[in-house]
């Protein structure tokens, strides 16, 4: 039995260790396409407002919460599915379950409003329409370089960061910080994604003093 415990205890903790940095791998590969777009959006010559929504937007999927009150849209959740759980054979649960849309209500919602968001003057407006929880610390830095003239074309840096909450925080546990792992403080880590493109759009385009 001590053998079993120690051994579920060990695997316990390599898969707690495996989930937190698949989570966190995924969440770094978005993040770099969140750069990618920001980059593609500054090649062309759109500002920085631009900029930082492109960003924003492509890193929806590892922003968290969505803060934006959506009910104005009919957000509800579809309960279709949840009406017939009580009542039906299993044939007819997983039909209903092969019928029904991949995204819920909100989702759609959320999607449909990516284009209003886009489109939005400034960051009081934009929150309004689309707003979410880990946003709020995420940054977008642009390296670009200083040749405006369209002589050459220079190399675009494009650099985005975001805090993304741990699931498990093996430091805490290590230092035998337990109270913090009841309560869910268990700690956030930074995460970066970059992209790097040349610049052309001093070629064809007259930079506005972004």
């Known amino acids: 039995m001590i053998e079993s415990v120690i051994v579920i205890m060990v695997s316990c903790l390599f898969f707690f260790a495996m989930f937190q940095y698949s989570h966190l791998l995924s969440a770094k590969l978005v993040l770099d396409h969140s750069a990618a777009r920001a980059a593609r959006a500054r090649t062309v010559g759109l500002n920085h407002w631009m900029v930082e929504k492109s960003a924003k937007a492509a890193a929806i999927p590892v922003s968290g919460k969505c803060l934006t009150d959506l009910t104005a849209d009919g957000a509800v959740e579809d309960t279709g599915l949840a009406a017939i759980l009580g009542r039906a054979t299993p044939g007819r649960v997983w039909n209903a379950a092969l019928r029904a849309p991949a995204q819920s209500a909100r989702a759609q919602i959320e999607y449909a409003r990516i284009p209003d968001y886009m489109d939005s003057l400034n960051s009081p407006t934009s929150s309004e329409i689309l707003d979410y929880e880990r946003w709020e610390h995420m940054t977008v830095t642009v390296d670009e370089p200083l040749i405006l003239d369209g002589s050459m074309p220079g190399k675009?840096?494009?650099e985005v960061s975001q805090?993304?909450?741990?699931?498990?925080?093996?430091?805490?546990l290590m230092r035998g910080?337990?109270?913090?792992?009841?309560?869910?403080d268990v700690g956030f880590v930074r995460l970066h994604g970059r992209y790097s493109i040349e610049s052309h759009f001093p070629l064809y385009m007259e930079d506005m003093n972004w």
């Open 156 to 158: 675009l840096s494009v």
């Open 163 to 172: 805090r993304q909450p741990l699931f498990f925080s093996f430091p805490a």
């Open 177 to 184: 910080e337990l109270q913090r792992l009841r309560d869910g």
